[in-house]
């Protein structure tokens, strides 16, 4: 289908000329415009700003600390509240549930990577580099995992609490490392972290800080690299200290009880032997005075009743025996009696 453009001027002509909108038009019309009741809008959007400024929400781990003209007047619980409008009351929303961290010694990178963090002053000194109880240096980086128990605390008492934080906390560490030696701050990092928790809570209630230490982890501590070796070393050499110690200890927990033991055996055999003598000692004098009663009693019966006994005991130990006349002069040689009798297989008399 063609245009007939002849036909569409005639009409346009008919029409008394009218032309369409152009764009200049548009944009003047559109700056002349006004509102009807213009005073009523405005009026209507302030109410509502202040209204939406009357209201506020708090979550479930936070709380708002509410100020009217600069000072605290109440601390309002999670939900819904409502407050006077702004520039009235003011709202600070407080984190009272989260755990939140602070890193010494070292920094994490996208929560994997980690490379040593220097002090926050901005000198070269790397705050886990501290001087233990045995004037050794020792590298202690560690993490402490912290909470907000007062939010009035955390946020009017303190003029940097972040700052206090880490500077006690690194005051904490450096007193708890200097009172040990290095081979205790390398070994028992859980005493040593429990010991900094407690200083460092004692001396953040104290501040009134408004904050709850919940836990301070160690990280691997270690001697600085440039003396590594040398304490490697060291360590060997104590380690073959302890060894010859506790072999020496070992003969000695062999030979000194064994000595002791002997001594005590010896001691209780002399006393054994003094405690014999003395009784036999006391028996025989006890029997020699029983003995010379009798015999005061009856002399003569009492002499040969010794003699006989004595003899009874002697004579059997005698063997073979040769009675012989004291009267006899000429007295010849005696046969070997006794030898004649084992020939013949009797028994000597």
């Known amino acids: 289908m063609s245009w007939d453009w002849e036909k569409l001027k005639e009409q346009q002509q008919g029409r008394g000329g009218v032309r369409p909108p152009q764009v200049d038009d548009l944009i003047n019309r559109f700056k002349n415009f006004k509102l009807p009741g213009g005073p009523l809008v405005i009026l209507g959007v302030a109410v509502v700003a202040l209204l939406s400024s009357m209201i506020y929400t708090v979550g479930l781990d936070e709380v708002g600390v509410v100020q009217r003209f600069g000072r605290y007047v109440r601390t309002s619980l999670p939900g819904l509240n409502f407050k006077l409008p702004a520039g009235v009351e003011k709202v ?172 005590e055996r010896t001691i209780k055999g002399a006393e054994g032997f003094a405690l014999d003598r003395v009784n036999r000692a006391k028996g025989d004098a006890a029997r020699f005075a029983a003995v010379y009663a009798e015999y005061a009693k009856a002399k003569d019966i009492t002499r040969r009743r010794m003699y006989l006994e004595t003899m009874r005991e002697i004579l059997p130990k005698l063997g073979d025996k040769f009675f012989v006349d004291a009267d006899q002069k000429n007295l010849l040689p005696l046969l070997n009696l006794a030898k004649q009798k084992s020939t013949a297989g009797g028994a000597p008399q």
């Open 92 to 263: 600070t929303k407080v984190k009272v549930q989260q755990i939140h961290k602070e890193e010494f010694g070292f920094q994490s990178v996208d929560g994997v990577e980690r490379r040593p963090r220097l002090a926050g002053d901005g000198s070269e000194e790397d705050v886990s580099l501290m001087l233990t109880g045995d004037l050794n240096v020792a590298v202690v980086p560690w993490i402490v995992q912290y909470q907000i128990k007062d939010p009035y605390n955390w946020l009017f008492r303190v003029k940097d609490v972040r700052q206090l934080l880490k500077d006690m906390s690194e005051a904490a560490m450096r007193l708890v490392v200097g009172d040990r030696s290095i081979n205790e701050v390398i070994s028992k990092r859980g005493e040593i972290a429990a010991e900094a928790k407690r200083v460092l809570q004692v001396e953040l209630d104290n501040a009134e800080s408004g904050i709850h230490v919940v836990a301070i982890e160690m990280q691997k501590t270690n001697v600085p690299g440039p003396v590594q070796s040398s304490f490697n070393e060291v360590n060997q050499a104590t380690q073959e200290r302890e060894k010859m110690i506790y072999q020496a200890n070992e003969d000695y927990n062999k030979t000194i009880p064994s000595a002791r033991g002997e001594a």
